[in-house]
Antibody
């Protein structure tokens, strides 16, 4: 059974940093691209970042370029999102999602990030 | 930037057919994908590559695409189909990956 479990969310002050993690199981992690998708409270879904299987290519939505870094450790079956210079508008539930030929075919339950003073 | 446009809400009675549209300029060249999100839950893929249904998704869910519009159809909608539905696709260069704004389906 495919499982994706996010962790690392919490309350952080504007300008602060946070690192999200996603633990994957039930599939061969190194064969899949992975993505982060977020959802602000009461709002729709927004794709945030994507990383290919070996980590050599990474893509970001314009609003997080230069502030967020996606990475992965295939030996640990883990995906990460390092977030810097956080803003109030980054407040959201962050989902980890599996992607290969089919984007976001499995999702985790999400972790809530709240940016507030 | 690229945008996909969905109606904010659709309402049907149980057993009726619900149709949710998604319009985007690149849809003639790019696949549409559809996700169902029930309240308080993570999204679930219900249609991929315009028309294909993942295993475990009921047959009443179907997809189609023509020109700049993709459509998710729920034939004989059930109360348990009440959810927000999001389309997803990319622009023609695949540099912008976007979700539509979402459609709230009410079955009552």
């Amino acid at each position: 059974e495919v499982q994706l479990v996010e962790s690392g969310g919490g309350l952080v002050q504007p300008g602060g940093s946070l690192r999200l993690s996603c633990a994957a199981s039930g599939f061969t992690f190194s064969r899949y691209s992975m993505s982060w998708v977020r959802q602000a409270p009461g709002n729709g879904l927004e794709w945030v970042a994507n990383i290919i299987q070996d980590g050599s290519d990474k893509y970001y939505v314009d609003s997080v370029k230069g502030r967020f870094t996606i990475s992965r450790d295939n030996a640990k079956n883990s995906l990460y999102l390092q977030m810097y210079s956080l803003r109030a508008e980054d407040t959201a539930v962050y989902y980890c999602a599996r992607t290969k030929d089919i984007p976001f075919d499995y999702w985790g339950r999400g972790t809530l990030v709240t940016v507030s003073s | 930037s690229y945008e996909l446009t969905q109606p904010p809400s659709v309402s049907v009675s149980p057993g009726q057919t619900a149709r949710i549209t998604c319009s985007g300029d690149a849809l003639p060249k790019k696949y549409a994908y559809w996700y169902q999100q029930k309240s308080g839950q993570a999204p679930v893929l219900v249609i991929y590559e315009d028309t294909k249904r993942p295993s475990g998704i009921p047959e009443r869910f179907s997809g189609s695409s023509s020109g700049t519009m993709a459509t998710l159809t729920i034939s004989g909608a059930q109360v348990e189909d009440e959810a927000d539905y999001y389309c997803y696709s990319t622009d023609s260069s695949s540099s912008h990956r976007v979700f539509g704004g979402g459609t709230k389906l009410t079955v009552v």
